[in-house]
């Protein structure tokens, strides 16, 4: 593990338990579609915060490199929760 905080591989493993844990709501109405994911809401944020507190503690060049890619997918499994990306319909 080296230089590299705990939250890091922590926020990791949320972001990634992000692709695999599904609570889908999909409302249709009147020709809209609304579309939640609240597992990936949940985890992704849980990474996004573990990954900007990383991003503070981190005192590595490999720490920031990590923390910012932890951002980055706690940015994306939030978007594709609130179905902003990705979402079915």
Known sequence: M???PKSIW???VFGIAAFVVHVIVIRQSAGT???FD???IVLGGLAL???LRALLKSA???GTILAVFLVLLGI???ARG???ILAPC
């Open 82 to 84: 609130l179905g902003w």
């Open 49 to 51: 915060v573990l990954g």
């Open 2 to 4: 080296g230089n590299v």
């Open 33 to 35: 579609c609304t579309f």
């Open 60 to 62: 590595s060049r490999k």
């Open 10 to 12: 922590w926020g990791l």
């Open 76 to 78: 994306f499994q939030v």
């Open 38 to 40: 609240f597992g990936a």
